[in-house]
């Protein structure tokens, strides 16, 4: 895409009401599809982590706080 920022929010200016709504609705679906994603890989990740035994639990936040200062 060799399209800039600016350009895009100049081409948005000049769309109507009804295409501004449906855009932001289309980029607020594109917003929380990314995120569910983001989330979805970062449980994965989390899900090895434990497999490997790579995970720490602490019920004391001493402990906690301990681990993070190593």
């Known amino acids: 895409m060799n399209v800039s920022f600016?350009?895009?929010?100049?081409d948005v200016k000049q769309l109507?009401?009804?295409e501004k709504q449906e855009l932001k609705d289309l980029i607020d679906g594109y917003l929380i599809e990314e995120r569910r994603e983001e989330i979805y890989q970062n449980?994965?990740?989390?899900k090895q982590n434990?497999?490997?035994?790579?995970?720490?639990?602490?019920t004391d936040l001493d402990e906690l706080e301990a681990s993070l200062n190593d």
Request: aromatic share 14%; glycine share 4%.
């Open 6 to 10: 600016v350009n895009v929010v100049e």
């Open 16 to 18: 109507s009401i009804e």
């Open 43 to 46: 449980y994965q990740t989390s």
């Open 50 to 58: 434990l497999a490997d035994g790579n995970l720490q639990f602490f």
